[in-house]
């Protein structure tokens, strides 16, 4: 039986209206680079420095540790912003989902390429929370991980936070390319891509992950599958 569900927030537990990824390519725009839009979501999900560092090196731009920070900046400031025109909302299904899980006496974690400062309050808004009584047994962002996605760091420090050992027992499950990679990364006995993002399912076809679903909704039919290594 599975003992945690990992799942990404942006695009697979939370709508935020497609924010991240204009906040993300204004923010690389302003730099005098342009984003072409392959570029863009190969770098969805990932830590947001490294995001920005590497589309302005694919644009021509060139990079400095001080560019890297005003294009954060310029990052979060754009997306605070549209957050503020269109709060995000969980996906339907998602809350429900995250509470079976639970209630079942599966763990809950999420994980995010978003740092503490953006990822705070975004899920304070929605009224999530780890602390006694909220719906979640741990979040993991940027800011916790030498490297984000695709590596396995944020999955395995989810893992260290609930106290879970067996990484054929973990879950996980997001909307990009690389929450898939960091999926099979990490070692994970269940990898789900989900197609509450910007991916079309043909996207997921030639990566290595155990399923794609519809929504996180759907999850909770998968718990008490502990298939590692399933195709």
Known sequence: MLELAVFDMAGTTIDEHGAVYAALREAVERTGVSVAPGDLQT????????????????????????????????FRSILQERYR?????ALPGVEQA??????RGIKVALTTGFSDEV??????????????????????TSDEVRRGRPAPYMIHRAMEKT???DVTKVLTAGDTVVDVLAGRNAGAGVVIGVLTGELPREAFQDLPYSRVLG???E???LAETRPAGSS
């Open 163 to 165: 106290g879970v050992i």
């Open 43 to 74: 770098w969805m999900g990932t830590d947001k420095r490294e995001a920005i560092d590497a589309l302005v090196r694919i644009g021509g731009g060139t990079v400095t540790p001080e560019l890297v920070e005003e294009g954060y900046a310029a």
């Open 215 to 217: 929504s996180v909704a």
């Open 219 to 221: 999850v909770p039919e």
């Open 119 to 140: 990822a705070g309050p975004l899920l304070a808004s929605l009224g999530w929370s780890t602390e006694e009584g909220g719906n979640l047994d741990a979040v993991v």
């Open 85 to 89: 025109t269109k709060a995000p909302v």
């Open 98 to 103: 995250l509470a079976e899980l639970r209630a």
